[in-house]
């Protein structure tokens, strides 16, 4: 039985983290992330979790530690936003290097400087080439949900490797939303039990973690990593279908809204696509043919089914909320094309960088990039395709 | 605790031959020694700092190590085991284990007093039933001879390299002990490879098996940085305690007590002589460096005394 509630994004996960009750969780405190941790913190101190809760005393040493659970046979966590992110990014190749299975609850926020607490992507996206699954939030719902999903993901023996839940901070992570909560039980039997093969707890077999390997191996780890994420879009997939028949809402790797005959779309992640599902709604109802794809899953990139998603769209504006400062274009941009052009695609691209450091999103802005994609259709050109939304002049 | 050196030595090895450490490399012998503490059917999981130590013995596809093992990065060797440490009460609560384990986490000078010295202050201070053992080689060796805080003022190192307006290192060495000490955590203790390994072999055990946090700092001579007559580390160990260089205590419960005071002090000269990366306090004109030398260790012996004495 579905329970309605009223929660931040923060609590929703929070709430996902008590009903899976993960054995280890190290947890340094960061704007946007801090009341995760926090509200889990209530939970160990009310004996509803078994956890082992561990305050460390920075993000570095939260996902060593949560390697070090993870390794040892623990599921395993921890939670962090922004600066944070970019202090343990030595950890995240580690974590996946070495086939661990161990989620990281990412609440959006810019990379310092200036320092800013608000969302935008460029932490995760800086992260996007470390071996991590990343999951992507428009709402807190999605949040929890995704949350929920996670372990099913990582754990799948298929893929073993880590999942970033990513959501946006202060717009999904800090903002109240009604908000439907399985039972307890449920997401228990849902997650079920975490029983690695090999760990480092194991009385049968003693298990060595973290060598030293050179020329003659390197290359071989590499690609052993690249086949565990090959795997993981089929495994969303399925997870995906189960969770649908115990909650009822569906997930896939992205998300297609209004894009049944759409000749122009929007490409982006996160939040800021409910924004754009109302300019979507104002412009079909005066009869435009316009369309969303939000992205769900955005390591590994869905390239094959975005660029089918996109095949009959005369121009698509793909939407980064980081720079990728190359001069052309933020990553998804440079995704998005790259999946295009594999794919022999006609459409027009362009690629705008919007939302920096908590930088708002109108509906009539999204309205203006759907009016500049139809300039581009009309001209046949798609003239300056990197471009920047909502910046003051 | 009873002593007997005969069952020690003959408890079985848990890091076995064949790895790739220099040959009378003082890492070792610290680790095979402190792996000695272990009750015997104990099980046990090893961590370790980037180093030498981890280079040399866990080579893909290789490991010379008996127990589990985990090797994460430089720095975050005391947070690594932390997360272990918290996976085994974690399991243990859910009835899902029932061995009983230790957890002993290694790190060169390197990546205990500098770069992993955050991450080892903050698993102390959370008191993780732990032991982390440094085996203080007074320098970066795996990098090759490089400076750290734990190398001795005036050592001629790659990056502190005597020359024409150089005498060396020009800083102190820090007091990691003390510091670690200042924890206020259940056991810390200092040693090096003297009186037949039984004050190594004691602490070991007794940090091992004391509840909570415990922290070993293990003077271990590396010939290719310190440049002595491989054979003769023993000797440069023992010169090094009988020199009040690096005295024998130990902190148990906050209470300082020196486990040895040597019955006629030798100079500091006794010391350094033997050893390559000192060479220039020995020419002529250097006096004032030796009487520097002298001087620092005469500072830190008599405080050390002070201390054990309240």
Not at chain 1, 276 to 283: Q, Y
Request: proline share 4%; net charge negative.
């Amino acid at each position: 039985m579905a329970k309605r509630d009223r929660l931040s994004g923060n609590e929703a996960v929070a709430i996902a983290l008590r009903q899976i009750n993960p054995d280890v969780f190290p947890a340094f405190p960061i704007t946007p992330s801090t009341e995760i941790p926090q509200y889990f913190a209530s939970f160990v101190a009310n004996g509803q979790v078994d956890t082992e809760f561990i305050p460390v005393e920075s993000e570095h040493s939260s996902m060593s530690a949560a390697i070090g659970a993870s390794a040892a046979g623990a599921r395993s966590l921890t939670a962090t936003s922004s600066c944070g992110l970019a202090y343990m990014w030595e950890e995240l190749y580690i974590a996946a290097s070495n086939r661990l299975p161990l989620a990281l609850a990412l609440v959006n926020r810019a990379l310092s400087g200036p320092i800013n607490i608000n969302c935008d992507h460029s932490d995760s996206m800086g992260a996007r080439d470390s071996g991590w699954i990343q999951m992507y939030a428009e709402n807190n719902q999605e949040a929890y949900d995704n949350m929920v999903q996670a372990y099913r993901i990582s754990e799948h023996r298929d893929v073993r490797l880590p999942i970033m839940i990513c959501q946006d901070g202060f717009i999904t992570s800090h903002a109240v939303e009604n908000i439907e909560l399985l039972e307890d039980e449920e997401v228990k039997k849902f997650v079920g039990e975490y029983n690695p093969e090999n760990y480092l707890l194991n009385p049968e077999c003693p298990m060595a973690v973290g060598p030293y390997s050179i020329t003659d191996y390197y290359m071989e780890a590499k690609r052993n990593q690249a086949e565990g994420m090959r795997h993981v879009s089929q495994v969303v997939l399925d997870v995906a279908k189960e969770f649908e028949s115990l909650s009822g809402r569906a997930y896939g790797l992205f998300e297609e809204y209004r894009m049944e005959d759409a000749e122009r779309a929007v490409v982006m992640i996160g939040s800021a696509a409910g924004t754009t599902k109302d300019a979507v709604d104002r412009l079909r109802e005066q009869g435009e043919k316009v369309g969303l794809i939000k992205i769900r899953l955005y390591r590994p990139f869905p390239a094959a089914e975005l660029a089918e998603a996109l095949k009959n769209v005369k121009a698509v504006a793909i939407m980064d909320r980081s720079e990728g400062y190359t001069n052309h274009g933020g990553p998804l941009g440079a995704d998005v094309m790259s999946a295009l052009y594999r794919a022999h695609a006609d459409a027009l691209a362009v690629n705008y960088i919007y939302g920096l450091g908590g930088r708002d999103v109108r509906v009539q802005d999204m309205e203006h990039v759907f009016e500049a994609l139809k300039q581009m259709i009309k001209e046949g050109d798609a003239g300056e395709t990197y471009r920047y939304l909502g910046l003051r002049e | 605790m009873s002593y007997n050196f005969k069952e020690t030595m003959n408890k079985p090895e848990r890091l076995a031959p064949g790895h790739r450490m220099c040959a009378g490399c003082g890492g070792t012998i610290a680790v095979r020694n402190v792996l000695r503490g272990l009750h015997e059917g104990d099980k046990a999981v090893i961590g370790n700092a980037t180093g030498c130590l981890e280079v040399s013995t866990f080579t893909y596809p290789y490991t010379a190590w008996e127990d589990s093992y985990i090797h994460n990065a430089f720095e975050n060797a005391g947070a690594t085991l932390s997360g272990v440490e918290g996976a085994y009460r974690a399991l243990k609560k859910k009835g899902k284990l029932d061995a009983t384990y230790k957890f002993i986490t290694f790190g060169g000078d390197g990546g205990t007093y500098d770069i992993g010295f955050q991450s080892l202050s903050g698993a102390m201070e959370r008191n993780h039933d732990l032991v982390y053992v440094c085996y203080d080689n007074g320098a970066y060796m795996n990098t090759g001879i490089q400076r750290s805080s734990a190398t001795p003022m005036y050592a001629d190192t790659t990056t502190t390299p005597v020359g024409s307006v150089s005498n060396g290192k020009p800083q102190n060495r820090k007091d990691l002990a003390a510091i670690i000490a200042a924890h206020d955590i259940p056991y810390v203790a200092q040693t090096t490879f003297v009186q037949n390994f039984k004050d190594l072999h004691m602490k070991s055990e007794k940090a091992i098996y004391t509840p909570g946090a415990a922290f070993l700092n293990i003077m271990a001579p590396c010939p290719r940085g310190w440049r002595y007559n491989t054979p003769d580390i023993m000797d440069i160990c023992r010169l090094g305690v009988e020199t009040c260089y690096w005295p024998l205590f130990e902190v148990v419960e906050g209470k300082w007590v020196l486990n040895y005071e040597p019955k006629k002090k030798l100079p500091v000269e006794d010391f350094l002589r033997p050893q390559g990366r000192f060479k220039h306090l020995f020419k002529k004109g250097n006096e004032y460096l030796l009487e520097a030398f002298q001087k620092e260790v005469d500072r830190r012996w008599e405080d050390l005394k002070f201390r054990c004495s309240r």
